[in-house]
């Protein structure tokens, strides 16, 4: 049984990384949420305050850059991809800094989701992949900062079609 989606023959398959919302058909008439998807008494904003836009990686005189299998060829970053267990990993974090505010009436607490973009056009990368979340409690009219540091060696890696 792949992890995939196998449209053809209507599987779904077996973790949502890869869901392209193929087996809806098979649940016609009910109420299907994505993930993540969450249900709360109160509503919440939300704002990057910091955001850490890039990490650099040093490769040694051994490593390589690796190709990816893309779409279309245009465009294509100057080292696609890397294999990171080479790599000083500790120079890699990446840090943000997220507020959240209540704006609804009621205290509540919410879980804040972190999901990486992965590049376009890349074959058989995943859709969605939780990299990290947070659950803070925000009283009702308040604000609370998120920091969050993540590793790029470790929370941003990918797998592409095989």
């Not at 008439?29 to 249900?39: A, H, K, N, R, V």
């Not at 999901?115 to 979340?133: C, E, M, N, R």
């Not at 920091?147 to 079609?161: D, I, M, R, V």
């Amino acid at each position: 049984m792949p992890l995939r989606p196998v449209d053809e023959l209507g599987y779904p398959g077996r973790t949502c990384k890869f869901f392209n919302g193929s087996y809806l058909q098979v649940f016609q008439g009910s109420t299907i949420y994505p993930f993540g998807y969450g249900l709360s008494y109160t509503q919440f904003s939300y704002k990057i305050l910091f955001a850490r836009r890039s990490v650099e990686a040093k490769l040694n005189i051994n490593q390589h850059c690796r190709r990816l299998n893309y779409l279309d060829d245009a465009g294509r970053p100057l080292c696609e991809s890397m294999l990171v267990d080479d790599l000083d990993c500790s120079t890699m974090d990446y840090d943000f800094e997220v507020e959240v505010q209540n704006i609804g009436i009621m205290d509540g607490d919410d879980v804040l989701i972190v999901y990486p973009v992965p590049l376009a056009d890349i074959i058989g990368t995943h859709l969605k992949q939780v990299i990290w979340f947070q659950r803070v409690f925000v009283p009702a009219g308040q604000t609370k900062n998120v920091k969050f540091t993540l590793n790029a060696c470790t929370q941003f890696e990918f797998s592409g079609e095989k």
